[in-house]
């Protein structure tokens, strides 16, 4: 687990192949094209990837995103080793 320290880290540093930032809580394509190109991982890094919900991608600055238990529940499902979008 991240302490807050690198969380705020890595939500100032540019987005990059391992660094997916949005305000969207419901853009499931953006979603699921971070985690897939996290997956492939093409710079063989073997690191995980981060998806920032409710930090806009241009400046990395807080939206204002309240979480809730909606918000904070998983927005895919895992299925046969594939990612899904759920229904919203």
Same mark, same amino acid.
């Given at each position: 687990?991240?302490?807050?320290?690198?969380?705020?880290?890595?939500?100032? #540093?540019? &987005?990059?192949? !391992?660094?997916?930032?949005?305000?969207?809580?419901?853009?499931?394509? #953006? !979603?699921?094209?971070?985690?897939?190109?996290?997956?492939? @991982?093409?710079?063989?890094? #073997?690191?995980?990837?981060?998806? !920032?919900?409710?930090?806009? @991608?241009?400046?990395? &600055?807080?939206?204002?995103?309240?979480?809730?238990? &909606?918000?904070?529940?998983?927005?895919?499902?895992?299925?046969?080793?594939?990612?899904?979008?759920?229904?919203?």
């Amino acid at each position: 687990m991240l302490s807050k320290n690198e969380v705020w880290s890595l939500i100032g #540093k540019m &987005e990059s192949e !391992f660094i997916e930032r949005t305000i969207s809580t419901t853009n499931t394509d #953006k !979603f699921g094209e971070a985690i897939c190109a996290f997956s492939n @991982d093409l710079s063989n890094r #073997k690191e995980v990837g981060y998806l !920032f919900l409710g930090v806009s @991608d241009k400046q990395g &600055e807080l939206s204002g995103l309240k979480v809730t238990d &909606e918000t904070s529940h998983a927005q895919f499902s895992h299925t046969r080793g594939c990612l899904l979008a759920s229904s919203m």
